[in-house]
Every structure is written in structure tokens, then in C-alpha cells.
């Protein structure tokens, strides 16, 4: 069994995983639209008995080309990557876009990068994948040059929920901005899970109680705020669950940044440094402006008692999920 591999520069791929079968896209979520596609990236390489990877690219290119609105990104790099590597795959290529790279033909991309540097044997891409400057190559352009040079490619169409309706990484973001992570939940496969330090605080948590690990949420993330049933995951992959508040804190703090807090049940040891995951099971009730702390103790032993049974219920949603959030 060979190490996944994060492979991000320009530099020649290592020898072992040229020749293999290329999934191709930018998989932000990594969605189960997406895995549709992944899966069949994986069973065309076991098929063939070579490696199977992700070309992706990063920054993700919507934020290249329009820098004062980034991306709401469900999947950062690092995150993509482990659901990557859990799900079987032997790399993900993060290729280095930037504007130049964007002017490349369509030709030109399946030249140099996925014939000549590659090496791809086969490319499975999605029914809507386009590339090339301008986005001149779609799935037509594809398929004829696998015919021409002699590499297969699989096109896979759109996959839809239980409701018929196709999964996008857009629709996914907008009901997670709206708090509804159980909907997304469903559509992820996964429970959503950001990633970040755990940095210091007012150190107020600890007096009332409830010390809480804070982090800083990418400013563009759209998360509503509130209070959530979660399940922590530390830096060596314990998990722990707990109630966590996305928000400015009225009753404290009135115009503090957005921070994500989290209570961790039956738990106590020094986190500042640690990066942590969260991961979201449910949404409780709106952030509250309270007269005073012990209003708002009042109502964070609630939220903890309400958490701890909505947790208890759970069961994992997928393999992904199984990986992610349940150890
Ligand atoms: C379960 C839970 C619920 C919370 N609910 C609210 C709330 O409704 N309104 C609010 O202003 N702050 C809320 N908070 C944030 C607390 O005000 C904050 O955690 C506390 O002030 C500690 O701050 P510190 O981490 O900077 O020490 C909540 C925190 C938790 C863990
Ligand atoms: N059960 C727990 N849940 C969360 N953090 C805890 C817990 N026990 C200890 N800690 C530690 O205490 C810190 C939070 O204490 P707190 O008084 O709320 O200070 P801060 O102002 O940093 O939020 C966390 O970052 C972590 O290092």
C-alpha cells in the first residue's frame, strides 16, 4: 500500500502515479454528485490495476478570477484531501492556477498536463466539466481526443437526491448560510466539518463553566449563526461531542468577530495551537442578546442537555461520514 500523496506544484509527478486514471474536477465539497464521479475514478483504476487520482486545482479558480468575492470553500485543501484519501485514492494533484494557467487552450491542457505530465490513461470528468481558456473544451472535445491519442474517458451525468434534484456545491453552501446543515448533511453525504486553531478567548468560558475552544472561521464562510450540536475531532483523531456557538457573542462581546465556540462534553486539557475539526449534526436555536450571564448560563445548560441527546441518536451517513465523524 503506498502513501497518499499531496502534490502540490508543477513539478514532474512521482514516477508511480503516472499512467493511472485521472478524475478530473474541483470537487468543492466533494459532494455525492461528486463521488459519483470519484467512484468510478476508483472502480476504472482497480479495473485497470493503476493508480487512481484527482486533478484539482487551487486556489480554486472562481477565486482567481474574481479576488474580492472568494469562494465559500466546503472543502478546503486539506480537507478534500482526507476525504480523498479515505475514499481510495492514491493522490490528489492541487495544480497551481493562476491567471496564465487559464489561457491555455483546451488542447494544450490535454497535452501538457494531462498527457505529458500525467501521463493519464483514462479521465472520468463530470457531464459538465469544461476547461481551457475561456472554457473552450467540454465533454465533445474530451472524447475526441481520448479516441485521437488513446486514452478512455468516462463521463459521468448528473447525479440527483431522493427529490430528483441535481446536488451542486452552490445549493449546498446556500442552505448551510440559511443553518440548515441536516439538509446538507444529507446532500454532502457527510457531516459538514470545518477545520481550524483553536486560538484564546476573553478566558470568560472557563468562570461561567463552560470553556469553550474558539475558532476563527475563512471570512467568507457562510455558515448562519447559532447554536449547534457537534462533534469535535482533535489533532490525534480523538473525537469528543459537544455544543458549539457560530457567532459575535451580543450577550458578551456586541461587536467582536464572528467565532466558532465549542463546549466539549466531559473534557478537559489545553487546546490553544491544537488545529481541531467540527463537525455539524444539527442546529438548535438562534444566537440570543441576554440581560445578563446568568440568563445565559441558564440557557447553555439547556442547549448542553439538548445537544447531548440529539448526539446520541446519530449514526453515521456514509463510509465518508463513518471516517470523518465517528473514528
Ligand atoms: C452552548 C453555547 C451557547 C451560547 N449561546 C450564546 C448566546 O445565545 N448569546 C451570546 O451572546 N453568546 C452565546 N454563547 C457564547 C458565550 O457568550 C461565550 O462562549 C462566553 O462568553 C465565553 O467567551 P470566551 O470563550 O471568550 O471566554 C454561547 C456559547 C455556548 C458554548
Ligand atoms: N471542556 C472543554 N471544552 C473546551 N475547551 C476546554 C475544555 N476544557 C478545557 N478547555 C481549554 O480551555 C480553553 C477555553 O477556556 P475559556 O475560559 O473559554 O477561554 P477562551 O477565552 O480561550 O475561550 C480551550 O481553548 C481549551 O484549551
Not at 493503476?50 to 470553500?73: D, G
Not at 489533532?235 to 456557538?245: E, I, K, M, R
Request: charged share 25%; proline share 5%; with cysteine.
Amino acid at each position: 500500500m503506498t502513501v497518499f500523496h499531496r502534490n502540490e506544484t508543477r513539478d514532474p509527478l512521482p514516477g508511480h502515479l503516472r499512467g493511472g486514471v485521472v478524475a478530473i474536477g474541483n470537487f468543492d465539497g466533494v459532494h455525492r454528485g461528486h463521488q459519483s464521479v470519484l467512484n468510478r475514478a476508483l472502480a476504472e483504476a482497480v479495473k485497470r490495476g493503476v493508480p487512481a487520482l484527482v486533478l484539482t486545482f487551487e486556489p480554486h479558480p472562481r477565486t482567481v478570477f474574481r479576488p474580492e468575492t472568494p469562494v465559500f470553500r466546503l472543502t478546503p485543501a486539506p480537507l478534500k484531501a482526507r476525504i480523498l484519501e479515505g475514499m481510495g485514492f492514491g493522490a490528489v494533484i492541487e495544480y497551481p492556477f493562476d491567471r496564465s494557467f487559464s489561457e491555455l487552450s483546451a488542447f494544450d491542457f490535454i497535452h501538457r498536463i494531462l498527457r505529458e505530465w500525467l501521463h493519464a490513461s483514462h479521465v472520468v470528468t463530470g457531464f459538465d466539466f469544461h476547461f481551457g481558456k475561456g472554457r473552450e473544451g467540454g465533454p465533445a472535445f474530451l472524447m475526441a481526443a481520448g479516441e485521437r491519442e488513446g486514452f478512455g474517458v468516462t463521463l459521468v451525468d448528473a447525479f440527483r437526491d431522493e427529490n430528483a434534484a441535481v446536488i451542486s456545491s452552490s445549493f449546498i453552501r446556500s442552505l448551510l448560510a440559511e443553518g440548515d446543515v441536516s439538509h446538507a448533511a444529507g446532500l454532502l453525504g457527510y457531516r459538514y466539518t470545518v477545520e481550524a486553531e483553536v486560538i484564546g478567548g476573553k478566558k470568560l468560558g472557563r468562570t461561567l463553566g463552560y470553556p469553550t475552544a474558539n475558532m476563527r472561521l475563512p471570512p467568507e464562510a457562510e455558515l448562519k449563526s447559532g447554536i449547534y450540536a457537534v462533534r469535535f475531532r482533535r489533532a490525534d483523531g480523538s473525537l469528543h461531542d459537544g455544543v458549539a456557538s457560530f457567532g459575535r457573542r451580543p450577550t458578551v462581546d456586541s461587536d467582536g468577530e464572528a467565532l466558532l465556540e465549542t463546549f466539549v462534553f466531559d473534557f478537559s486539557a489545553d487546546l490553544y495551537g491544537e488545529i481541531c475539526a467540527v463537525s455539524f449534526f444539527g442546529r438548535l436555536r438562534d444566537e440570543l442578546k441576554f440581560d445578563g450571564l446568568e440568563q445565559l448560563m441558564v440557557q447553555m445548560r439547556s442547549d448542553e442537555s439538548e445537544a447531548r441527546a440529539l448526539i446520541a441518536g446519530v449514526q453515521p451517513l456514509s463510509d465518508i461520514d463513518r471516517r470523518l465523524t465517528f473514528g
